[in-house]
């Protein structure tokens, strides 16, 4: 029996998390992050990268990959005709800040902050879907922030831990009226915001390298995004024709499974 070599058996696990997180991205409106993540994990220990510098690590590969899977998804959803450009330019410009400052913080944060943080949102947002929980009076008062300040939050929280906005800005379209389909839509069109700030900050850090964060992993970065935009028109197709509660599920429960994905692989580096 012929073994694989480690170094291909790495890369096509890269391939097949940036396809699977490109048909997720282009399905929920999400940058990927919670494909891609779990996969980074995996894989940037066999590629060198020591393991305290693991998350902040897979944080900015995340984001550069998020480049292009954010590109298509958006391209696909405006030929769709389901991106609410209203809330596209009352919350762009807030959440490129948002998304340069998170991804400046990320780089100098260590150990499993990043994943718990993320992990955390992304458990308690999948699981509010998947049992088609009411919001709390708490929850609805926070939507009801200025809409500046809830998107420079939103989209600096998603850069610092290395995901697109679909699990905090299509819930905070829903509360303000927006039709599901097209709130997953104008996520993917925001995700743009998340991936240009977060990878622009992180090419400021390239020629900083004496602030001691650690550089992303290249390689792994290209393989995620080049394969993800395969799949992200797929990803696009299929969530414009799933019933809306079908779509609610799925969303609730990717973010569930990759949210516990996560913590095991951010304990098993501890």
Known sequence: MIEAHPAISIHAALVVGGLCGGLFAGMLGIGGALLTLPTLYFALPALGVAPQDVPSTAVQCALLAMVPTALVAAWRQHRHGAIESTWVRRLATPMLIGAILGALLAAHLRGPVLALLFSAQSCWYGARLVFDCAPSDGAAAAMRVPTWLAGTFMAAFCACAGMGGGSMVS????????????????????????AFGGSGAIALLCHAV????????????LLLGTSSVVA??????????LPKAALRVAVGAVNVTAAIVLIVQTFRLV
């Open 232 to 241: 992200v028109p797929i990803g696009v197709c299929i969530g414009h024709r």
């Open 210 to 221: 004496s602030t001691g964060a650690p550089m992303p992993c290249w390689p792994a970065a």
């Open 171 to 194: 819930p905070f379209l829903l509360h303000r009226g927006v039709d599901l389909r097209h709130a997953v839509a104008t996520s993917s069109a925001l995700n743009l915001t998340i």
